[in-house]
């Protein structure tokens, strides 16, 4: 396989360990491992794990925790659900399953880069579908519609969306699933963010499995349960999709980490605890960073994000993403990430589930970088 560098992995990892301001990061402020074990006051748990014997686990995941996520859809079980090493795994199984060479793919453009990248890389024709600052990084569906041929095998969807922090409407979806339906083409929803709805937003739709056969849902414990260090997430999807994909995934991965498959079901059994931690903390972010983009509006701007953990920040100075991004990191510690990783020029991508101390010290070195930088000479955009 041909495949692109991942620019935004390659650039986070330039930086990512000296900085003292990650403020790009796409997940909420990851739980310590005492902190996850401590969510419930039942104390059988670590007992558990120090008596686990630590050999393979089962393939496709526990029983217990394919059907715990499986009830979490609609008209599903365990055994359409497989678990694998992030979504990342998920999404790449289903990519190199279902798609052949020459296969014609839509994919949502800005992105994570693996969702069209991977397709790509396989051999595929892959047009994008495309968040713009010109239609307000919303999704256009007749832009969509105009995209999809006779011939279209996957749409390519993420929503909430990584990097501007859009998010697809339920009717929305629902048009969408009745052009896979209608073209008899798969629907993959990549909802990395999902049960991530921010406060005074639209409430989210429901996952993109629960409106039929046509419809992958991929998720993950990485953003929403701020656990990306277990590396467990998940497909669920038809039944013959699952085995296809696990017959591909033996000369992977073979299984999940038997620990962090056990941990991943103990955060998912106390959800309600996680999402209200994750609600106060994107909740004082989401003031701070309102009050720093008025306060810095000479510089900054930005379409407030409907749903997930990131936003697209617009920057109004005569310089090119890469090496602003790469001054604040040297110089000021902060990391934002480079708009051209996503290819848009004079934007920075901002997470807004950091530390919330960490998120308003970084934001004002931000500021601090940006008027150096116009004092020393660069020219304000127009
Ligand atoms: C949209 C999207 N999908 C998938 C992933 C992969 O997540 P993980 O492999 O950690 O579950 C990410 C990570 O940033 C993401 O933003």
Redesign the pocket.
Request: glycine share 12%.
């Given at each position: 396989m041909q495949i692109e560098t991942f620019q935004l992995e390659r650039w986070m990892t330039t930086y990512e360990l000296d900085v003292d301001y990650d403020i790009t990061e796409?997940?909420i402020y990851p739980l310590s491992l005492r902190e996850l074990i401590e969510l419930s006051d039942d104390d059988a748990l670590l007992d558990e794990l120090l008596d686990t014997r630590l050999g393979y686990s089962e393939a496709r995941g526990t029983h217990e925790l394919r059907a715990e996520l499986a009830s979490t859809y609609a008209n599903s079980t365990a055994d359409n659900v497989l678990i694998t090493?992030?979504?990342?795994?998920a999404?790449f199984l289903l990519f190199n399953t279902l798609l052949t060479p020459g296969d014609h793919v839509v994919a949502v453009h800005p992105?994570?880069q693996?969702?069209y990248s991977v397709p790509r890389g396989i051999g595929c024709q892959v047009d994008l579908w495309r968040l713009t600052p010109d239609n307000g990084f919303t999704f256009d569906l007749n832009a969509l519609e105009d995209l999809v041929r006779p011939e279209t095998r996957m749409i390519v969807l993420?929503t909430p969306h990584?990097p501007t922090g859009a998010a697809l409407t339920d009717k929305q979806l629902r048009r969408i699933y009745e052009m896979a339906e209608a073209h008899d083409l798969w629907l993959l929803c990549?909802e990395?963010?999902r049960w991530l709805e921010l406060p005074g937003a639209e409430a989210l739709p429901g996952p993109g499995r629960n409106l039929g056969e046509r419809a992958i849902s991929?998720g993950?414990?990485?953003?929403p349960f701020g656990l990306?260090g277990l590396?467990i997430?998940w497909m669920i999807a038809p039944e013959e999709i699952v085995q296809r994909c696990w017959e591909l995934r033996d000369y992977i991965s073979l299984s999940p980490g038997k620990l962090n498959d056990r941990l991943a079901l103990h955060a998912l059994r106390n959800r309600e605890r996680i999402f209200e931690r994750n609600r106060r903390i994107v909740t004082q972010n989401l003031e701070t960073i309102d009050l720093w983009i008025d306060e810095n509006d000479r510089f900054v701007s930005w379409t407030r994000p409907h749903g997930g953990l990131l936003a697209l920040l617009a920057y109004n100075l005569e310089i090119p993403s890469q090496s602003l991004a790469n001054r604040l990191a040297e110089e000021y510690s902060v990391m934002l990430a480079p708009g051209a990783a996503f290819d848009y020029e004079h934007y920075l991508r901002v997470g807004i589930g950091q530390r919330p101390d960490t998120f308003e010290a970084g934001l004002e070195r931000a500021a601090a970088c940006f008027r150096d930088l116009e004092a020393s000479g660069v020219p304000l955009r127009s």
């Open positions: 796409s997940g090493t992030g979504a990342i795994e999404n992105a994570y693996q969702l993420n990584n990549d990395a963010y991929t993950t414990f990485s953003k990306p590396r997430g």
